[in-house]
């Protein structure tokens, strides 16, 4: 797509939008900008821009749409564009017609952040001009003029930026799991799935797909799929791709071949071997030697905001698991414990349902304090399955401030929220900072 000169607004001044806008000035693009937020800083700006409601008679004149993310492709403005059948991009489009080098596409509900860090440090280790990019907050737009014919782009992408790609191919893609998740977005289950498979829909027999084999959506779907298929198991033996055995041993199921074990791993648990697994399986096919792919793994660190320890006081251990943003990410952090946890949970209500995730405390969860627009309703789910141990705070220092009275030596207390953030705070990486920050004055 040839954007010089083309009338082209960017529709969400967030980030991803305002990365976007820099990317299209270099291009030449004739810009404006709009959000809906009437309360937005636009002074610094010098392209005209719009706020609250939209100029229908400019916006009938745009040779081409950019989209954010976080911006609902059913709202007004979205509806004015399809009518007039002016063409709707996301940053992640817009930056890949752009890309010179190889691309990686991770998505799914939980993981996505672990595996495209982690994909990411393999790469890096190989092939220096590598870029992390996408919706683990550096926006793909940002760098992509970076990128060179022998790059690597290793992007983690959410069902909202897969709504709005069109010729995005990565070489490999990989959908780790599917839970339900932004359902008040995407509706409907199906329709959330068939957004999570959009990563592949460009993708042929040059191209790899990695999927979970424990997730019976993944594993049914893969047989519709063009493009190449491996996948990983941490519960059972399969030969296409990599998987766990009762020892805790990674295993190559085509050869047989032991590659390492779990415990030589800085990342515990059932769910981060699936991490692992899908990121050997992704950089082996990037071309990367197994040997190098191996101590890159070996010597990773947790990701922030991800079961991430931060304190012990008083005999009492802190760890702040805010990317836990649905119940199913939340769960893992629950398992994750092994002693009894004071759990710090609520928050945005993305309209899950909470019900696996309070039948998973099983017996760990010695109190549970909520907080946030979801408290009610968590709390209703709780009284419904018989789980009475629970209380409310008003703010998460108040949550923490609790937590610490109840919590005794040999206890943990876990901030995991199983919801999003954007009720109180502005973002996870906010709300987790804020949780650390409390910990820390303990």
Known sequence: MELKGKKTAVIGLG????????????????????DGNKNFDIADYDVPAYLGDFPEEVFAGLDCAVFSPGVPLDIPVAEFLKKKKIPIIGEIELAWLMEKGKVVGITGTNGKTTTTTLTGEIMKAYQENTFVVGNIGNPYTKEVLKTTPDS?????????????????????????????DHLNRHKTMECYIDMKFAITKNQGQDELCVLNYEDEVLRKRAEELSCRVAFFSSKRKITNGLYQNENR????GDTGVVLMNMKDSNIPGDHNCENIMAAILI?????????????????????EHRVEFVKTVNGVD???DSKGTNPDAAIKGIQSMDKPTVLIGGGYDKGGEFDEWIQAFDGKVKKLILIGATAKRIAETADRLGFENYEMAETLEEAVKRAEQIAQKGDAVLLSPACASWDMFDSYEQRGNLFKEYVRSL
């Open 318 to 320: 802190y760890y702040n």
């Open 152 to 180: 690597v782009t290793v992007a983690e992408i959410s069902s909202f930026q897969l709504e709005t790609i069109d010729r995005f191919c990565p070489k490999v893609s990989a959908i780790l799991n599917i839970t339900p």
């Open 283 to 303: 950089t082996r096919e990037m071309g990367v030697p197994m040997e190098v792919i191996l101590s890159a793994v070996k010597s990773f660190q947790a990701v």
């Open 249 to 252: 041993d990674i295993v190559d």
């Open 15 to 34: 980030k991803s939008g305002l990365a976007a806008y820099k990317l299209l000035k270099k291009m030449g693009a004739d810009i404006c900008l709009y």
